[in-house]
T-cell receptor, first 115, second 114 residues
Framework: DTGVSQNPRHKITKRGQNVTFRCDPI?????LYWYRQTLGQGPEFLTY????????KSRLLSDRFSAERPKGSFSTLEIQRTEQGDSAMYLC?????????????FGQGTRLTVV | AQSVTQLGSHVSVSEGALVLLRCNYS??????LFWYVQYPNQGLQLLLK??????LVKGINGFEAEFKKSETSFHLTKPSAHMSDAAEYFC????????????FGKGTTLSVSS
């Protein structure tokens, strides 16, 4: 088990372009979360999945953002028509929710820079 | 709504000194509470968690935290700081069900000097 894997680690894109990030969770984990972290701030929740179902979306997740988790395995986060304000670290986490077991394990993140 | 306040955006200690990072939470339901550590350009690593069992929680790297319901606090401590403890620390809350999304504080940067 290699932990939560995110690709790419870094992405530089021009304003207005679309970008897609991928997250591979720990294999037996049933929940997958996306967070966004800007410089000097704590991570902010975007959305999460229970298996393939998207259970909750934050108001931060504008119409330009979409996330999927087909077949309940890996997940993708797409940002359409990127804006400079989208520049941030995008973190993925996964957890196995069972009884009191609830800790989320984080990937190393994808750093997005919109120029 | 749940929220977390971390008092002090930057804490500086000498190597060997006590580390105290403060966290207060707001929650209308019994919370799950967590401390995570983040090194530069890395993801977050779980230090410890409170899930309504023991109020004094021991974590990795010699850290521990005490849940105090009357003070709505979950402060992180370590008796003796090491240079390798220098990092960003985040307190987070979730609940009421296990596995709901984490709400993070803004973080505290810990600096350790020799």
């Amino acid at each position: 088990d290699t932990g939560v894997s995110q690709n790419p680690r870094h992405k530089i894109t021009k304003r207005g372009q679309n970008v897609t990030f991928r997250c591979d969770p720990i294999s037996e984990h049933n929940r997958l979360y996306w967070y966004r972290q800007t410089l000097g701030q704590g991570p902010e929740f975007l959305t999460y999945f229970q298996n393939e179902a998207q259970l909750e979306k934050s108001r931060l997740l504008s119409d330009r953002f979409s996330a999927e988790r087909p077949k309940g395995s890996f997940s993708t986060l797409e940002i359409q028509r990127t804006e400079q304000g989208d520049s941030a670290m995008y973190l993925c986490a996964s957890s196995l929710v069972s009884g009191y077991r609830t800790e989320a394990f984080f990937g190393q993140g994808t750093r997005l820079t919109v120029v | 709504a749940q929220s977390v306040t971390q008092l002090g955006s930057h804490v500086s200690v000498s190597e060997g000194a006590l580390v105290l990072l403060r966290c207060n939470y707001s929650s209308s339901v019994p919370p799950y509470l967590f401390w995570y550590v983040q090194y530069p350009n890395q993801g977050l690593q779980l230090l410890l968690k409170y899930t309504s069992a023991a109020t004094l929680v021991k974590g990795i790297n010699g850290f521990e935290a005490e849940f105090k319901k009357s003070e709505t606090s979950f402060h992180l401590t370590k008796p003796s700081a090491h240079m390798s403890d220098a990092a960003e620390y985040f307190c987070a809350v979730s609940g009421p069900q296990a596995g709901t999304a984490l709400i993070f504080g803004k973080g505290t940067t810990l600096s350790v000097s020799s």
